[in-house]
């Protein structure tokens, strides 16, 4: 790890590009995105511009906006060498515009297009990208965020979207991103060099005084982030794009990839003001991601305490009933130290796996099992499904963490409320699309399997996703 984020302190302060804004309205225009291989400049003044993949040219690709009931439609057109498909992650839309091989679709072959239809039942800060070889198509820059509006304004005084990515840039700025087993079968591939929108970011202009809802997203393949907003006291309003009573952030706010957090945060109202944002998950030690910095010299407006922002409306999710619920175990095993488990891996119904049959596993390039199985990706259309769900029913799932690794596992179509992590309820029962399990953790969900079809669920590691760690589950 020997790329420009250590050189980055000698740049000059990089203006912040903010990703370009689209509005869909309700039955207009589809609107069209093209993935393609482009050249962006991820590092700067300075440094050479970087190869990546990207929806229309630009990393991440353009912000998709509509309305909370709204359809979205989008016509999406392959200029890339091989075949890719785009998956709206979090968007509770039909399974056939889930954009997930096999069992959604076919892939879009290379100068083939797809058209989604995609209704937006939910409000909040959604994202897109491929679902195919995605630690390759992501990694290389495929995706973008996807906002849908509340249908009544909500007061704030502006918007900041901050998509954070992690790089592996050579010396030239050259994105090293290549399959490695080593990375695969450990905490997946951390990259050198974190990205703000696309770029390293010195910088992101405020305003004194000003109150921000901030739309965060974890775009990275393996990074988990715990971020501080060093200089403010941001409010969380909302996870994985659903809302929650606002609160006071206190601990570092963990975002693993695949996931979003709201914040509403008030700059203070004072000459210069200067938030950091911090990210002290990285292995090697806290580091700044980026500032939120008022540059112009501005005289401040009185300060005044603006309280609690107002919490957002909920969304239509269907209260699971958690007396009449089914319960299952979801065991995660696999990958390399697992010894270190030994005594600390919750308990499981599930015997431990067959240290024989999961070296066979290794041999084959998958290096993670649910339940004892690991699904290849091309077993999307194939595989019986792990778990056959009942339409309409209330179902509890317990995923068990019996690996050296945390894993973020992202459910696809529905959205469940987070009840409890090792027995201990969880604050606020968020609703959730992608829940972070660390190591030895049992972590407890919840959900009305409402939405029919055959449904991903997967660790949101890329590198995981792409070595076993995904499953189907059928809800009919
Ligand atoms: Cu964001 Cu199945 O993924
Ligand atoms: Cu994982």
């Avoid at 998509?163 to 050198?192: F, I, K, M, Q, T």
């Avoid at 041999?363 to 699904?375: E, H, K, P, Q």
Wanted: aromatic share 6%; glycine share 10%; charged share 25%.
């Amino acid at each position: 790890m020997n790329g420009p984020r250590l050189a980055r302190r000698a740049l000059l302060a990089a203006a912040a590009t903010a990703p370009l804004a689209r509005l869909a309205g309700a039955g207009l225009q589809p609107l069209r995105l093209r993935a393609a291989p482009a050249r962006v400049e991820l590092v700067g003044e300075g440094w050479p511009s970087t190869e990546v993949w990207a929806y229309d040219g630009s990393v991440p690709g353009p912000t998709l906006r509509g309305r909370q009931g709204e359809r979205l439609v989008v016509e999406v057109e392959n200029g890339l060498p091989e075949p890719t498909t785009v998956h709206w992650h979090g968007l509770r839309v039909p399974v056939g515009m889930d954009g997930v091989p096999g069992s959604s679709q076919p892939p879009i072959p290379p100068g083939g297009r797809f058209r989604y239809e995609l209704p937006l039942a939910d409000a909040g800060t959604f994202w897109y990208h491929p679902h195919l070889r995605s630690a390759e198509q992501v990694g290389r820059g495929l995706y973008g965020l996807l906002v849908v509006e509340e249908p009544e304004r909500w007061p704030v005084d502006r918007e900041l979207a901050l998509v954070l990515d992690d790089w592996r840039l050579g010396p030239d700025a050259v994105n090293e991103v290549r399959p490695s087993p080593h990375d695969a079968s450990h905490a997946g591939a951390y990259g050198n060099t974190v990205t703000v929108n696309g770029r390293v970011v010195e910088r992101l202009e405020v305003r004194p005084g000003e109150r921000l809802r901030l739309r965060l997203l974890n775009a990275a393949n393996a990074r988990i982030f715990a971020l501080r907003l060093k200089g403010a006291e941001p409010w969380l309003v909302a996870l994985d794009g659903h809302p929650l009573a606002p609160r006071r952030i206190e601990d570092p706010l963990l975002l693993a990839p695949g996931q979003r957090a709201d914040l509403v945060l008030d700059v203070p109202a004072v000459r210069l003001a200067r938030i950091d944002l911090l990210d002290e998950g990285d292995p090697q030690g806290t580091y700044r991601v980026t500032s939120l910095a008022v540059t112009r010299n501005e005289a401040p407006p009185p300060a005044v305490d603006r309280g609690p922002p107002p919490a957002l409306p909920a969304n239509p999710l269907a209260e699971p009933d958690l007396a009449a619920a089914q319960e299952h175990e979801l065991v995660l095993d696999g990958g390399m130290m697992a010894t270190m488990m030994r005594g600390r891996a919750p308990a499981a119904r599930l015997p431990p796996p067959d240290p024989r049959e999961l070296r066979a596993l290794f041999g084959r390039g998958l290096f993670w099992t649910i339940n004892g199985r690991a699904m290849a990706e091309h077993g999307h259309g194939h595989e019986p499904p792990l778990l056959r769900l009942a339409l309409g029913r209330s179902y509890r799932l317990a995923i068990l963490n019996r690996t050296a690794f945390p894993h973020p596992i992202h459910l696809h179509g529905h959205a469940f409320r987070v009840l409890a992590r090792d027995g201990r309820e969880e604050l606020g029962r968020p609703w959730r699309d992608t829940v972070l399990v660390a190591p030895g953790e049992r972590v407890e969900v919840a959900f009305v399997a409402d939405n029919p079809g055959l449904w991903m669920l997967h660790c949101h590691v890329l590198e995981h996703q792409g070595s076993g760690m995904m499953a189907l589950v059928e809800v009919a």
